[in-house]
């Protein structure tokens, strides 16, 4: 099995900063892709930040210049920098990896993390 354990999120003034962290751990053969998604009340999942092997990274525009998503591979751990935060990134963000598995089948899969809540708000 694979498990994303997520840290990090909490209550923040507008203007703020927060920084969440993803740690992947199981069965991993190899991780393709790793990624933050949020979900608002009444609203759908979307993507915040995507970072692949190599670094390539792509942003919601919502929150380019302000959110820096980094990676470190040793630790298949990935980070989301929020600064300059805003009531309207209040949501429950979630981690996703990309897993390549290290036992049979050894198919590629989506996992998900449990979610940690940010807040911004005066």
């Known amino acids: 099995q694979v498990q994303l354990v997520e840290s990090g999120g909490g209550l923040v003034q507008p203007g703020g900063s927060l920084r969440l962290s993803c740690a992947a751990s199981g069965s991993i053969a190899r991780i393709d892709a790793m990624g933050w998604y949020r979900q608002a009340p009444g609203k759908e999942r979307d993507l915040v930040a995507t970072?692949?092997?190599?670094?390539?990274?792509r942003y919601a525009d919502s929150v380019k210049g302000r959110f820096t998503i980094s990676r470190d591979y040793a630790k298949n751990t990935v980070y989301l920098q929020m600064n300059s935060l805003k009531p309207e990134d209040t949501a429950v963000y979630y981690c996703?990896?990309?897993?390549?598995?290290?036992?049979?089948?050894?198919?590629?899969?989506?996992?998900w993390g449990q979610g940690t809540q940010v807040t911004v708000s005066p």
């Open positions: 970072i692949i092997n190599g670094g390539s990274t």
């Open positions: 996703n990896a990309r897993v390549v598995k290290a036992t049979l089948p050894f198919n590629s899969a989506d996992y």
